[in-house]
């Protein structure tokens, strides 16, 4: 029986590569997460007292906690305030006190109604 130096050559290429394939099926999976991984969750951040809260709609900045008072301006939805202090006013109503962060040539404090409706 003669034997080809080719086929020799071959049968050791071909064992080559399936040491290969089988080391690489071996070693892969320990750089991919497992089912049984802890995953991390994404880390709460609670808003602070003095962060500033954004409008959600129009409002009504009045000069005293009272739905009569006279109108200082409108806040427009997305602008930024902060609160200074709440009031509950004899008839039950919640009122805040904000500052505008942006205030710009007009009154920067006012009182807003915790109820309130857009443009109130």
């Known amino acids: 029986m003669d034997l080809d130096p080719r086929d020799s050559l071959r049968d050791q290429?071909?064992?080559w590569r399936w040491l290969a394939l089988l080391l690489?099926?071996?070693v892969t999976p320990i750089g991919l997460p497992s089912a049984?991984?802890?995953r991390r969750q994404p880390e709460l951040r609670r808003r602070l007292p003095q962060d500033p809260l954004l409008t959600s709609a129009d409002l009504s900045l009045h000069t005293a906690p009272d739905?009569?008072?006279p109108v200082l301006c409108q806040v427009s939805a997305g602008e930024s305030?902060?609160?200074v202090r709440g009031w509950t006013g004899q008839d039950g109503k919640m009122w805040i006190q904000a500052k505008l962060s942006m205030a710009v040539g007009g009154a920067s404090r006012g009182w807003i109604p915790l109820d309130f409706h857009a443009g109130a």
Do not use: K, T
Request: hydrophobic share 60%; net charge negative.
């Open 13 to 15: 290429l071909v064992a």
């Open 81 to 83: 305030l902060r609160i």
């Open 67 to 69: 739905c009569e008072a």
């Open 36 to 38: 049984q991984s802890e």
């Open 24 to 26: 690489f099926a071996l």
